[in-house]
């Protein structure tokens, strides 16, 4: 019943799931499988030789002790990224053996999926390098006012989810992997099966 004075409210929509219409549906743009080629990992996590370290002067006075805390402290800070470099490079290189492999029989991967999985071991790499630091430093360091947090933390987390969408992207997860769909074409027989 309509009230003088009032505008009517417009009819409910409803949401159908699924293709009720039953039109046909796009399967998307098909790319022939590649072998992809392995990047050189010191082009993402470079190497550098280490400078020896400052000494410590003998006899300063406080402005040059305040320099020679300041030089140590940039060495170590160098020592740390060419540390961090080499890990990233073993990670990165591991990860990459053991997901293309799988990834190029399950999905197919094709040559536009490189940078994808290229970014996705820079980003395994670099997450198990936050995580083991975290574990060396803590969790909570000091900070000018006092115990803060560990400012790895939050790069971890950033790491973290970006690695979640690469996981669903490239179906590396039980529930990603269901809607992949295996590549066309090879042999039917049981001689590819990678669990025999």
Known sequence: MAVPGRKPKPPLQVVREGNPGRRPVREGV???PADLVEPDWETFFP????PEKPRAPRGADDEELKEYRHEVAIWQRLKLAIEAAEFGRGVAGREWSGVVPVLQMMAGLTSVDRSTVVDYCVCVARLEWCERQLSIEGLVTMGQRGPCRNPLTTVATQYRTQLKAYIGE???SPSARGRLTPPEGG??????????
């Not at 190497?47 to 280490?50: A, D, E, I, V």
Request: net charge negative; with cysteine; proline share 10%.
């Open 47 to 50: 190497g550098q030789c280490l």
């Open 30 to 32: 098909k790319l022939p």
């Open 187 to 196: 042999d039917d027989g049981d001689d590819d099966d990678p669990f025999d």
């Open 170 to 172: 490239l179906g590396l």
